[in-house]
């Protein structure tokens, strides 16, 4: 449904590249915690510090980041745009997390043998 919506309001205002990569950077940074949270307290403060270390060390390599070996703009942005590409499609193709008819896409379809 909510798919439907965005698709809708595609229509009416330009969605982005980067838009749509912030969404997704999102929605399975907390998709994941509702799990762990039941789980219990522990799996979910692991999760949340994995977090943490992981967006630090990708900001510190950030045009934002405070050591002098940052990559610049450019660099930054070229390589922001490839690796977001490789990784969702490569989550397309590859992730059982995704919704059933998503990853039915990407499977073979098993031939009756009767």
Same mark, same amino acid.
């Given at each position: &449904? *909510?798919?439907?919506?965005?698709? @809708? /309001? !595609?229509?009416?205002?330009? &969605?982005?590249? /980067?838009?749509? *990569?912030?969404? +997704?950077? &999102?929605?399975?940074?907390?998709?994941?915690?509702?799990?762990?949270?039941?789980?219990?307290?522990?799996?979910?403060?692991?999760?949340? @510090?994995?977090?943490?270390?992981?967006?630090? %060390?990708?900001? /510190?390599?950030?045009?934002?980041?405070?050591?002098?070996?940052?990559? =610049? =703009? $450019?660099? %930054?942005?070229?390589? %922001?745009?490839?690796? !977001?590409?490789? +990784? &969702?499609?490569?989550?397309?193709?590859? $992730? @059982?997390? =995704?919704? !059933?008819? *998503?990853? =039915?896409?990407?499977?073979? *379809?098993?031939? !009756?043998?009767?």
């Amino acid at each position: &449904i *909510v798919a439907l919506g965005v698709a @809708g /309001l !595609s229509l009416l205002i330009d &969605i982005t590249f /980067l838009q749509l *990569v912030v969404y +997704h950077f &999102i929605l399975w940074t907390l998709y994941p915690l509702r799990s762990r949270l039941t789980q219990g307290p522990v799996q979910a403060l692991n999760y949340i @510090g994995v977090t943490i270390i992981c967006f630090a %060390f990708f900001l /510190l390599l950030s045009p934002l980041g405070l050591f002098a070996y940052s990559l =610049n =703009n $450019s660099m %930054f942005y070229q390589q %922001f745009y490839l690796w !977001s590409y490789i +990784h &969702i499609s490569a989550s397309f193709a590859l $992730s @059982g997390a =995704n919704p !059933s008819w *998503v990853v =039915n896409l990407f499977r073979p *379809v098993r031939q !009756s043998t009767t």
